[in-house]
């Protein structure tokens, strides 16, 4: 007796679909969240809206994986849960950072305008209004400047010798030394320039002095960035140029050095950002100064950096709209380092063909 014929189902059509939540769900549930977040906040009393974001955020992700299992599985809400948790985290680690921006720029723009950049505090009373950050910017500037021509030699260098001609106890010695700058506290450098030229040669407060607690911060920092982009040059350019009999420094000169331009750029002026905002060194070496002084060798100075430590520890409120007003500055400075940085490394970054 023969059996019946089996019939298949087609695999186009005719075959079973897993259900799928439509496009839209996800900022749905994203609404809903914040609507619960708000509610709850409301009935309880939560005067904190971060408490209320946080609210939101765990309703979002209960409700996400709730609802995905529902209709598309576990394992579909597994992978929808690991999205979620990515984009809450995302989203928690953003908001103290657009919280910093806006509270700057909204008590910052109070007095920035062009007499308070092109004006000092020379004469000025703290408590009254007026006064600007023109001898800070100078200060900051030349003080940057100075620790860079310090620094970026001196670490561009180290870190050739660490790629090309390091080998064994030395070169294990200063990589071990580098990586225990890269974490020293910058008040740290600043001691040790007060006490070795200051307190033992006896020179004054300045803004040289300044300079060398910076480039002792920045140093580490260009050390390791130049390290790594040298060692993505690949070997086979290094091997050409010596198999043409080219000397190995002129090799480094005019064949390694250009390819790993744009990275090492970048890595140096991200240092110079770094060290643009600190603090404590110059506390203890710049030592501050209310009127302009163009020499950095000779007196003290200001800079940005001390220029709101000093307005803000004046205690009063025209000096707090001044202070506010100068970080506001000094993140634009950073930020327009930043800029300048991201452009040289497109504009360095090898061209590919279509």
């Known amino acids: 007796m023969e059996k019946p014929p089996v019939s298949v189902p087609p695999s186009g059509s005719g075959a079973l679909k897993q259900p799928r939540l439509p496009r839209w769900a996800p900022a749905g549930l994203a609404l809903l969240a914040a609507g619960v977040g708000a509610g709850t906040g409301l009935a309880f009393g939560l005067d904190s809206r971060i408490q209320w974001g946080l609210i939101a955020a765990i309703v979002y992700v209960v409700a ?11 394992r579909q809400a597994k992978d929808r849960l690991a999205t979620s948790l990515i984009w809450v985290s995302f989203l928690v680690a953003l908001l103290p950072l657009a919280s910093l921006i ?10 920035l305008d062009v007499y308070f950049l092109t004006h000092s505090m020379s004469g000025v009373i703290t408590l009254q209004p007026g006064g600007g950050i023109y001898h800070a910017i100078i200060g900051t500037v030349e003080q940057v400047g100075i620790a860079t021509l310090i620094a970026a030699p001196i670490g561009l260098l180290t870190a050739i ?22 974490g020293i506290p910058s008040i ?12 033992i040669l006896d020179f004054g407060y300045s803004g040289f002095a300044g300079a060398m607690a910076l480039a002792i911060l920045m140093m580490p920092i260009v050390v390791r960035s130049t390290e790594e982009m040298l060692k993505l040059v690949p070997n086979e350019l290094r091997e050409a140029s010596l198999a043409l009999g080219v000397p190995k420094w002129r090799t480094i000169l005019k064949v390694v050095l250009p390819t790993a331009i744009g990275g090492i750029t970048t890595g140096v002026m991200l240092a110079v950002a770094r060290i643009a905002g600190e603090t404590a060194p110059i506390l203890l070496l710049v030592f501050g100064a209310q009127s302009i002084n163009n020499n950095p060798f000779e007196g003290a100075q200001s800079s940005l950096p001390y220029y709101v430590y000093e307005q803000w520890a004046n205690g009063n409120e025209a000096s707090y709209d001044r202070a506010w007003a100068a970080a506001l500055v000094l993140i634009a400075f950073v930020m327009i380092l930043n800029m300048v940085a991201r452009g040289i490394a497109r504009w360095k970054a090898p061209k590919t063909g279509r």
């Open 64 to 74: 996400t994986y709730a609802v995905t299992t529902a209709v598309e599985g576990k």
């Open 161 to 182: 010798y660490l790629v090309e001609y390091g080998r064994g106890k030395l070169a294990a010695a200063v990589t071990f030394f580098v990586d225990v700058m890269t």
């Open 102 to 111: 806006w509270e700057t720029i909204a008590r910052g723009t109070k007095v």
């Open 188 to 199: 740290v450098a600043g001691l040790f320039v007060l006490s070795f030229w200051i307190i």
